[in-house]
């Protein structure tokens, strides 16, 4: 995938949520200082006349590469973006802090 500019439509694969996003990349555009910690969808803020903010929509899962969003049903953030689904298929791999978070799930 190609790093930087995009814009487009967002979608989770998992809860279906669809947005669109204006940047998928590390490092958004018109910010300062900010480097994210993974490749990401993200948007302008809408609510924040700010210009240097923005929302993170998602990622895709380091695993899967499915689109996933940031909501905690969906996926989480450990060293890398993981879907719940593959979390769980390989949960006894993540550390116990992770186990825990995911059996607090259902
Ligand atoms: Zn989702
Ligand atoms: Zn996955």
């Not at 609510?47 to 909501?71: R, T, W």
């Amino acid at each position: 995938m190609e790093g930087g500019g995009g814009g487009g439509e967002f979608s989770c694969r998992l809860c279906g949520l669809s947005t669109p996003f204006s940047y998928f990349g590390q490092k958004p555009p018109n910010t300062r200082a900010v480097v994210l910690l993974e490749e990401s969808y993200v948007m302008k803020d809408p609510f924040s006349p700010d210009k240097e903010k923005f929302l993170v929509l998602g990622s895709s899962c380091s695993l899967c590469a499915k689109s996933v969003c940031v909501g905690t049903d969906c996926s989480l953030f450990y060293t890398r973006r993981f879907c719940l689904p593959c979390v769980k298929e390989r949960l006894d791999q993540f550390p116990q802090q992770i186990q825990a978070e995911v059996a607090k799930k259902k």
